[in-house]
């Protein structure tokens, strides 16, 4: 009898520091994800790049979010390019036209 309390101890003690390990990581990866987009809204709001160049450090941006959370292709489109889009519409005074807006 012992040995199985032994073994769930053990086994459910593991099962925490995995999972403390698996939020550690998972809070560390959206610190990167914030600071990246965050680094690039001010650049988009603040720096003389061309539109070109704005849209390629958006692409850069995507590429780099997506490297971090690869399932989250949906929800960064949703919230990041439709932030960074509205920042380039009133830089660029571009109209309405983005792909997929009514």
Excluded: C
């Excluded at 690039?40 to 061309?50: E, G, H, I, K």
């Excluded at 489109?77 to 509205?86: A, C, E, G, M, V």
């Amino acid at each position: 009898m012992g040995n199985h309390v032994l073994f769930f101890f053990t086994h459910t003690v593991n099962t925490k520091l995995m999972n403390n390990e698996l939020i550690i990581e998972e809070e560390k990866k959206l610190r990167q994800l914030r600071l990246i987009v965050d680094l690039t809204q001010a650049v988009l709001m603040q720096s003389d790049l061309t539109l070109h160049e704005s849209l390629l450090l958006m692409s850069n941006t995507r590429k780099a979010a997506l490297s971090l959370f690869p399932d989250k292709a949906f929800v960064y489109d949703l919230i990041y390019t439709s932030r960074f889009q509205r920042i380039l519409d009133e830089r660029f005074k571009i109209p309405d036209t983005w792909p997929g807006r009514n």
